[in-house]
């Protein structure tokens, strides 16, 4: 199979390769194209993947191009995996939002807009030369806004694109380990958006054992989710969130802490990976493997600090949950190896509140056809309520990347739930629009 990974200079490229690296079964890919527009990035990444593949036999080829088309032609899979702006277009998504008193961050709120805004033109013209140059490729979308991304993409692709997340894996992974049990025989009763879902029952031979784990205060707070909301909110809800949602039922407390900070979580990861991408000497393996390390250590801290939960669990530090969970989707549908993932796609009756075209993020049964989506519970009200009010914000978002309407992107921002006034919502715009050239279509519409 042939594997085209657009954003090939992406710092968790290799992730995905080491994933490939480790599959020796029939159809495995045996040809990675690497697609980037930094010519320098793609380059270090290159080395890192040349130096995981040294000592292993048959280890699929890579070819390096900055030519979308090229890359793209002749595909299987296309993983899309871009960074529209780069680590310092996040850095600014987080910082004018924060500066303005409400929550800075990648895809949650104003900096998830500012981040939509800037990234779905692009994404939507990568879908189109996809379906021009590889009508039969599948597309796995990796790029955040992920939800919002790919029900973009999904307007030109169908469902041939899916988009996916490690979120609701390292959720699921994480419970199964305080419950006592292999993750492997769990079945995780899963609902929402991306970034925006709730686990409602961990079902083990036919029995949910959640309620067991929600009573026992010392196993629910033993990881990281129970941290960070606490038991009680857990027990109050009767579910356990993803937790992006620390986001939303703890704002006041994120902000705050995301403001006390030395610096916000894109400006961090600049700072930690400059070296990297710098570093011509030496091994690129071990230079990638401990600035990973750094990155996994810092992950949300802001967050676990607010709510008092310390270091991440080193279970937590090995990561590579996104990537298994591409590896298993590919592998399902070139190989007709049927599986259950979460994954967000075209939600087809699957959340009631929701029309059909919605992206969503849910158990999703996948073989050779592609992802179908599995019809779940219907959300409690207080979930209803947050699903539908973001979904409304993710859709302006998208109408205004389609028709360059400013009013559209005006109405992403004052929808939301975390921005909390239209005067600020205004505010918001009009400083992402100075800050952030790629806005420049804004306007250009109603």
């Known amino acids: ?58 280890a699929p080829e890579v070819r390096i ?50 981040y939509g805004l800037r990234t779905l033109p692009v994404a939507v013209h990568i879908a189109r030369r996809v379906a021009a140059l590889a009508p039969d490729a599948w597309v796995i979308n990796f790029t955040n806004p992920a939800g919002t991304v790919t029900e973009a993409m999904s307007r030109h692709l169908g469902d041939r694109v899916i988009g996916i ?33 709730w686990l409602r029952a961990v079902r083990v031979g036919g ?22 909301f606490g038991g009680e909110w857990l027990r109050t809800i009767g579910a356990i969130p993803n937790e992006y949602l620390h986001y939303y039922y703890f704002h006041r407390e994120a902000v705050e802490a995301a403001r006390a900070a030395r610096s916000t979580r894109g400006a961090l990861l600049i700072e930690q990976q400059r070296r990297f991408y710098a570093e011509t000497g030496g091994s690129a393996l071990e230079l990638w493997e401990s600035t990973r390390l750094e990155r996994e250590t810092t992950y949300m ?8 939960a310390g270091e991440r669990a080193s279970s937590d530090l090995a990561s590579g949950g996104y990537d298994r969970v591409a590896l298993a989707l590919m592998r399902a549908i070139a190989l007709d190896e049927r599986t259950t993932l979460i994954l967000n796609v075209r939600n087809r009756g699957s959340i009631a509140a929701l029309d059909e075209d919605a992206v969503v ?86």
């Open 1 to 58: 199979m042939r594997l085209t990974i657009l954003g090939g200079g992406g710092f968790r490229v290799p992730l995905v390769y080491r994933a490939l690296l480790g599959d020796r079964g029939q159809g495995r890919v045996t040809h990675v194209t690497l697609h980037d527009l930094d010519p320098s990035r793609i380059a270090a990444i290159g080395r890192v993947l040349a130096e995981q593949a040294r000592e292993v036999p048959g």
């Open 65 to 114: 191009t900055t030519d979308l088309d090229e890359a793209v032609t002749g595909a299987d899979f296309v993983f899309s995996a871009i960074r529209v702006g780069g680590l310092e277009g996040r850095a600014v998504d987080e910082r004018v939002a924060l500066e303005e008193g409400v929550l800075g961050q990648e895809t949650v709120g104003a900096g998830g807009i500012a």
């Open 165 to 197: 997340c490690d979120s609701p894996v390292g959720l699921g992974r994480r419970v199964a380990h305080a419950l006592g049990v292999d993750p492997s025989v769990v079945r995780l009763d899963y609902a929402g958006l991306n970034h925006l879902g």
């Open 207 to 228: 029995r949910d054992l959640l309620p067991g784990l929600l009573a026992d205060d010392a196993a629910v707070t033993s990881f990281e989710e129970g941290k960070l």
């Open 301 to 308: 801290a802001e967050n676990r600090e607010a709510a008092g």
């Open 361 to 446: 993020e849910v158990p999703c049964f996948v073989d050779a056809n592609g992802a179908r989506p599995m019809v779940v519970d219907p959300l409690p009200g207080h979930a209803q309520g947050l699903v539908t009010s973001v979904k409304a914000a993710e859709r302006a978002v998208i109408e205004a990347a389609a028709t360059g309407s400013r009013r559209a992107a005006l109405r992403a921002f004052a929808v939301h739930p975390l921005v909390d006034s239209v005067a600020l919502a205004g505010r918001l715009l009009e400083r992402y629009e100075r800050e952030l050239p790629q806005l420049g279509y804004l306007g250009e519409g109603n």
